[in-house]
């Protein structure tokens, strides 16, 4: 392809083409939900609901997107969510949508649980990556992992608070994708009817750095994803509680985001505890399958909030019109897990890029269909939200 789409034109193709080529578990892994998936279903349908009205007649020949964000411009208002284990969907994948993020002028959010060292991503990318961890119940262990993503220079450090027990997948236990890695005669035939997977990325590891592991986890838990369980240290700690807040933010230099609000009352104690910002988040319906959709808890939390800290949303938002909803509701970024992952899938960083581009094509797009030229200017006046029309669509919101 010489035009630069390699023939994808929306965020659904690139996830096609992420199901063609990856082994089945392995993309449902990446993919799909948990328990019935509803959450991810009233995310895309909550999304869908809310409606833009356009003002016309409105000279829209010179189109902006940039925000500021944390005292600095962004070419988009995006940021790339941190998906653990990027490093499986493409040989160094983390690489890939940093790089893609850099070249699009936004944050990449890099996960702790990576196939690649944290450092590289900063050193090889450049752009401003944020970091994002779930605290270990080995708190020494934790403080040495954030120790070193702000050696590394990370520009925000991003603390997981949605998922204190193991969420419920139980496709991934059927499929035997499941950490500890055990081979079985389903998953192995799985990995062999995908051969550009494997020769394209596992067999890639295994000449280079051997079996994917957790790079960024202590050393005498840095175990293959073969290995037996890694332990209670680097396991979820379902005993944190906003004391720990307040000691990354004695901790951490720099700008700290706290990912997984769902109540405008945490919101407040996030930023009492000195957070610069929350993701109101579901963690793309990953999680708690009975939580609300994101998109509908934002202004919530925007009036509660009243401009004290940042506000960034994620979970489900796969067009630009879906972030241009969220920025006339009062987001000041949105956040965006599956689709990059799914572009990088298919085609590494050029397919990280073309996901972001998609993005940054459609939001210009529905900027000019709705009279607006700077982001600065969309308002809830733009929204029109399920309830106006009443119906069903407006119960519990
Ligand atoms: C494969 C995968 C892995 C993820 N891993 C993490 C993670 O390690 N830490 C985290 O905070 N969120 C993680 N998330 C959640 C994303 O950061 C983000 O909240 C979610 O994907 C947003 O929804 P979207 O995929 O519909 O855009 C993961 C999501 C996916 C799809």
């Not at 070249?103 to 752009?127: C, K, N, Q």
């Amino acid at each position: 392809m010489t035009n630069g789409t390699l023939g994808f034109y929306s965020s659904a193709e690139l996830r096609e083409a992420a199901r063609r080529r990856l082994p089945r578990g392995l993309f449902e892994f990446m993919d799909r939900g948990n328990d019935d998936e509803i959450a991810m279903r009233d995310n895309r349908r909550a999304l869908e609901a809310i409606k833009l009205r356009p003002r016309v007649l409105v000279d829209v020949s010179a189109r902006s997107q940039e925000i500021t964000l944390f005292g600095r411009s962004r070419a988009m208002p995006v940021i790339v969510a941190p998906t653990g284990s990027a490093g499986l969907a493409w040989y160094e994948g983390e690489i890939a949508l940093a790089r893609a993020a850099a070249a699009f002028g936004i944050p990449y959010t890099m996960a702790a649980s990576s196939m690649t060292a944290l450092e590289r991503v900063p050193a090889e990318a450049g752009g401003t990556p944020w970091f994002q961890f779930y605290m270990w119940p080995d708190r020494p262990a934790s403080h040495r992992l954030i120790a070193r993503a702000r050696d590394a220079g990370f520009e925000a450090l991003v603390f997981t608070v949605d998922t204190p027990v193991a969420p419920g997948r139980e496709y991934n236990l059927k499929a035997g994708f499941t950490i500890p890695f055990r081979f079985t005669a389903r998953n192995v035939t799985d990995i062999l009817a995908h051969p550009r997977w494997l020769f394209g990325v596992l067999a890639r590891y295994l000449v280079t750095t051997g079996m994917p592991r957790y790079m960024n986890f202590p050393p005498e838990t840095q175990t293959r994803l073969t290995s037996l369980p890694m332990g209670r240290s680097t396991a979820l700690d379902n005993t944190l509680t906003w004391e720990d807040v307040r000691e990354l933010r004695r901790l951490w230099p720099r700008k700290l985001v706290v990912k997984g609000i769902q109540h405008p009352a945490d919101a407040l104690l996030a930023a009492d505890c000195g957070a610069d910002a929350v993701v109101i988040s579901n963690h793309g319906g990953r999680v708690l399958d009975a939580s609300p959709a994101p998109i509908l808890t934002l202004p919530r939390v925007v009036d509660a909030v009243k401009g004290r800290i940042a506000i960034i949303v994620d979970s489900g938002f796969n067009r630009g019109a879906h972030v241009v909803k969220a920025l006339a509701l009062g987001a000041d970024a949105v956040m965006i897990g599956r689709a990059p992952l799914h572009g990088t899938a298919a085609a590494g960083e050029a397919g990280a890029r073309r996901a972001l581009q998609i993005y940054r094509d459609e939001i210009d797009r529905v900027m000019g269909l709705i009279g607006c030229t700077s982001v600065a200017q969309l308002s809830r006046d733009h929204a029109v939200m399920p309830c106006e029309g009443g119906g069903a669509a407006c119960q519990g919101h």
